[in-house]
């Protein structure tokens, strides 16, 4: 059973870098065609794709949040981590960590097979 689990902050203040980690137990993020996604709610609305890193390695991000996203891993670990900069309040959502095993990118929430619980971030000076 593949498990995730999200850390981090749960307050950042404006302009700063928001750091969180998934922590997978259960299987290997290096396995072949799995994608490990990061994932947020804000308050009140849907559910929108930042970004994944490839079992390759490779990483992929939302065209929106790109150029304030870094996605990397640490396969020592089988961690893998999101970093978002320039933090406003409107980056305050529920940020999720799952395994995308249908290569979706967003697209469709139906291949992420695996999710963790989720951990609220709030920006806010």
């Known amino acids: 059973q593949v498990q995730l689990q999200e850390s981090g902050p749960g307050l950042v203040k404006p302009s700063q870098t928001l750091s969180l980690t998934c922590t997978v137990s259960g299987g290997s993020i290096t396995t072949n065609y799995y994608y490990w996604s990061w994932i947020r709610q804000p308050p009140g609305k849907g559910l929108e794709w930042m970004g994944a890193?490839?079992?390759?390695?490779?990483?992929y991000y939302s065209p929106s949040l790109k150029s304030r996203t870094s996605i990397s891993r640490d396969t020592s670990k089988n961690q893998f981590t999101l970093q978002l900069s320039s933090v406003t309040p409107e980056d305050t959502a529920v940020y999720y960590c799952?395994?995308?095993?249908?290569?979706?990118?967003?697209?469709?929430?139906?291949?992420?097979?695996?999710w963790g619980q989720g951990t609220q971030v709030t920006v806010s000076s």
């Open positions: 890193i490839a079992y390759s390695g490779s990483t």
């Open positions: 799952a395994r995308d095993s249908d290569n979706s990118m967003g697209s469709s929430w139906l291949g992420y097979d695996y």
